[in-house]
């Protein structure tokens, strides 16, 4: 998945929301590790960090 590009909706959980003043926030998980958080304007998608191992 690239930066900016939407996740498969069938991959995403839904791991909490919260009602705001500004509405419904959503935070996701994707089955590929990247978080997306979901608000009545926005989407904000998170890659996850890769491991390294020593």
Not at 3 to 24: E, F, I, K, M, Y
Not at 42 to 52: E, F, K, L, Y
Request: glycine share 8%; net charge positive.
């Amino acid at each position: 998945m690239h930066p900016g590009h939407r996740h498969d909706p069938l991959a995403l959980t839904v791991v909490s929301s919260h009602r705001t003043s500004d509405g419904l926030v959503c935070y996701l998980r994707c089955a590929c590790g990247a978080w997306e958080v979901r608000t009545p304007g926005t989407v904000a998608a998170i890659q996850p960090r890769s491991r390294t191992v020593d």
